[in-house]
């Protein structure tokens, strides 16, 4: 099975996962933070920074844990989902009805909390580690 993408000891093959390997993924953190990151590597290039630093402020500010303000700059499902597929899964092809299965919903879920909490990365972003986002 060709491998597609390597994080550390994290890498997942092009094929559907069955069930099992599915939980057992959907439970490491390592692996949940490899998509939270690769979100909010694929946020930042999406918006640019200075809307990126406002998803930050706002998600500071925002008392309902269940929202997340990237939605107010684009389609961020689309980017959590291209987010998955850098990594691997692509979910619209293996997965179609992802949103009936609550191993996907808790792994998008995980991956999306992680980044929040985590103020989407924004320390570790630099337009230099980046040279291709936009800086509007």
Not at 38 to 43: A, G, M, T, V
Not at 72 to 93: P, S, T, Y
Request: hydrophobic fraction near 40%; include cysteine; aromatic fraction near 8%.
């Amino acid at each position: 099975m060709k491998k597609i993408m390597k994080f550390d000891k994290f890498s997942v093959s092009e094929a559907k996962l069955d069930d099992a390997a599915l939980a057992t993924l959907s439970n490491d953190k390592k692996k949940i933070e490899a998509v939270a990151r690769e979100f909010s590597r694929l946020l930042l290039a999406e918006i640019g920074n200075k809307k990126f630093r406002e998803v930050v402020k706002r998600n500071k500010l925002e008392k309902d844990k269940d929202i997340c303000h990237s939605h107010d700059f684009c389609d961020a499902n689309m980017v959590m989902q291209d987010a998955f597929k850098i990594i691997g899964m692509n979910l619209e092809r293996d997965y179609p009805d992802m949103l009936q299965n609550q191993v996907i919903v808790k792994m998008w879920n995980a991956a999306w909390d992680m980044a929040k909490k985590n103020d989407m990365y924004m320390h570790i972003r630099s337009t230099e580690a980046f040279p291709y986002v936009r800086t509007d």
